[in-house]
């Protein structure tokens, strides 16, 4: 995701960390005069300026948390319990959101009348969005240590002296990182991959299965006019601007279980440390590819012994086995051998997307199949369903998709050596999971969903499909944003881990 990121802060210096705190009593507003509080040496905080509220950051607070061992800074958005809340039992522990594969924050909070983040923190729970390496506002080689000018597109690099260091003048500033949707870097300071140089071989190799790309996209169509399908052509108009990145592209390189094993990890423990919930517990709910980190979570926890660090989890249209599925997602499995034969960094998801959406949301509508990947007929409105296409998705490495079509294999989703299976020891998981499917997910059907959810014992687990036979009908993104969310889905969310709430 890039987006024009106007809105800057202020920033006191310390080690490993930042957070950008908007006002609480104005939901999704921005505090006008600076508000300092006592931090730990993790945490750096900050205020934005009211003249430009960001177009982007919508939460009430903006975290960062450094993977240890990596050049990645990892963004939190956090949404602090509303004053709705109020008069309502007060929650034991924090509430952790992980969004799908290739895809950032927005997605659960898509507009003040469609936001999962906004309704749980309106239901008492303190909800935090993770953005892993790669997505949204997360950051690369972001130096905490020599905070002078963290943002590289800074004009005015006068400092004043506040009570934990330095921090840069709250004078107005602006960041324009162009207009394009795929990617976003906002807050990476490009003179860091100076010494990476552009190489045309990577960029031919990008284009090359890209083209792979249009190539399937295109097959699911009959016959058009020329004029009217030119996907390739609107595609690579977007590529040439995702070439500009190549310098941070290259450095696109990790897999799921980097994810599972450094990210989310770095993450919860922020998470444990700031809000210091008694058990040291966290409730989490995942969507897509969030909710396979979960299960995965639960797998390793189990082979190796450790405490799962949750007290219940819900998944939303996530499996580890899609084998028994008609998933709609098996037109990647083309690309699986063409990425690895010409070991291509990077699958430009955002960009194609970007590319083909105009194609499938007007008329004559040649790629209406794409938009019932995302949304049920309805379920989403126009506009809605525009902001999450252009907006929600990224550039993923091509060694985390290979590594996610093994979902696809007998035995399922296996970690990268190929050798253990995360399916094989849900069994033995003895923390409550709610695993919900929508009726028309076509990414993740119900048998998916279920396949994995029958793997967990019958005293821990819930499995509903939501969806009626004459409608209304659910979606992959549906189970998240959908029209009917509200009224069905989050009262049944929020009833579980109400439920599981409990030291």
């Avoid at 050049?71 to 992980?98: E, F, I, K, V």
């Avoid at 499938?360 to 990947?373: C, D, G, K, T, V």
Wanted: hydrophobic share 40%; with cysteine.
């Amino acid at each position: 995701m890039l987006v024009s990121h106007s809105d800057l802060w202020s920033m006191t210096r310390t080690t490993t960390g930042l957070c950008m705190r908007s006002d609480p009593r104005r939901p999704g507003g921005i505090s006008g005069a600076p508000h300092w509080v006592k931090v730990r040496p993790r945490a750096l905080y900050g205020v934005a300026s009211e003249k430009k509220k960001s177009p982007i950051f919508t939460g009430d607070e903006l975290h960062y948390v450094s993977v240890p061992n990596s050049d990645w800074t990892l963004a939190l958005w956090r949404y602090l319990p509303s004053p709705q809340s109020q008069g309502r039992p007060r929650r034991n522990h924090p509430l952790l959101l992980l969004s799908g594969v290739a895809t950032n924050a927005i997605g659960y909070d898509l507009s003040p009348q469609s936001s999962f983040a906004r309704y749980m923190s309106s239901q008492g729970f303190d909800t935090w969005i993770l953005e892993v390496r790669g997505a949204g506002l997360s950051t690369y080689r972001m130096d905490f240590g020599k905070v002078k000018q963290p943002l590289d597109a800074m004009k005015d690099s006068s400092v004043e002296h506040g009570m934990d260091g330095i921090f840069p003048s709250s004078q107005e500033s602006t960041l324009d990182c162009g207009a394009f949707s795929d990617f976003d870097i906002s807050n990476v300071n490009r003179k860091s991959f100076l010494e990476v140089r552009q190489n045309s071989a990577i960029v031919s190799q990008i284009s090359d299965v890209s083209q792979r790309l249009v190539n399937i996209i295109e097959k699911g169509q009959l016959p058009v006019p020329e004029q009217f399908l030119d996907l390739q052509g609107r595609f690579f108009t977007r590529l040439e601007e995702f070439q500009k990145l190549l310098d941070l592209i290259v450095k696109y390189d990790w897999d799921f279980d980097h994810y599972l094993e450094e990210d989310v990890p770095a993450a919860m423990e922020y998470i444990r440390t700031h809000c210091k919930p008694k058990d040291g517990k966290l409730l989490a709910i995942g969507h897509s590819m969030g909710g396979i980190l979960l299960y995965a979570m639960l797998s390793r926890c189990c082979s190796e012994g450790r405490n799962f660090g949750f007290t219940s989890i819900a998944t939303l249209g996530s499996s580890l086995d899609y084998t028994t599925s008609k998933s709609s997602l098996k037109l990647l499995l083309p690309l699986a051998d063409p990425a690895e034969a010409l070991n291509v960094p990077v699958i430009p998801i955002g960009a194609l997307l970007s590319a083909a959406h105009p194609l499938a949301s007007r008329p004559p509508y040649f790629l209406s199949w794409l938009s019932s990947q995302v949304s049920a007929q309805g379920m989403l409105h126009p506009e809605l369903l525009d902001k999450l296409v252009l907006n929600n998705f990224c550039t993923v490495p091509a060694k985390l998709l290979l590594q996610l079509t093994t979902a696809f294999q007998e035995g399922g989703l296996r970690d990268r050596s190929g050798t253990f299976f995360y399916k094989d020891y849900l069994r033995k998981s003895n923390v409550p999971v709610l695993a919900l499917a929508g009726d028309q997910d076509l990414i993740c059907p119900p048998e998916a969903v279920y396949e994995t959810a029958k793997l967990i014992s019958e005293d821990f687990v819930a499995y509903k499909v939501f969806g009626e036979p004459r409608g209304p009908h659910y979606g992959h993104y549906d189970l998240v944003g959908g029209r009917m969310v509200a009224d069905q889905v989050y009262p049944c969310l929020t009833e579980f881990l109400s439920r599981n709430d409990v030291i």
